[in-house]
């Protein structure tokens, strides 16, 4: 729920700036990594915009899922989050790419 909140303060922040009332769509990406449940965000989103200015803005969710890198190969793969080797050569020189995002990509207003 407060990450729910959170976003949407920067959504109305974002509002105010443009002098936007009404909000038509928001997309968001979330990332494997951040635990956001998509169904649960869109709970929350319905609570919070209902009887404000943003009731009846559609959700658009972008889930991210889990990528790593390996430094040692330059191979891209799917992330286990336990996974602590490259699955091409093996090597331990790997970093997670995607899944941490929690972003905001695009407002579209009336
Ligand atoms: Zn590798």
Redesign the pocket.
């Known amino acids: 729920m407060s990450i729910t909140r959170s976003m949407m303060e920067i959504v109305r922040e974002e509002m105010d700036r443009h002098g936007v009332k009404s909000l038509k769509r928001l997309k968001v990406r979330i990332g494997e990594l951040t635990a956001v449940e998509p169904e649960a965000l869109r709970f929350c989103f319905e609570a919070y915009v209902k009887g404000t200015p943003l009731e009846g803005a559609v959700l658009e969710i972008e889930d991210v899922p889990l990528m790593g890198w390996?430094?040692?190969?330059?191979?891209e793969f799917r992330m286990e989050y336990f996974l602590r080797?490259?699955?091409?050569?093996?090597?331990a020189?790997?970093t997670k790419t995607t899944g941490h995002e929690l972003d905001i990509v695009s407002m579209e207003a009336e």
Not at 70 to 75: M, R
Not at 85 to 91: D, F, I, V
């Open positions: 390996c430094a040692q190969c330059s191979a080797a490259c699955p091409e050569c093996e090597g020189s790997v």
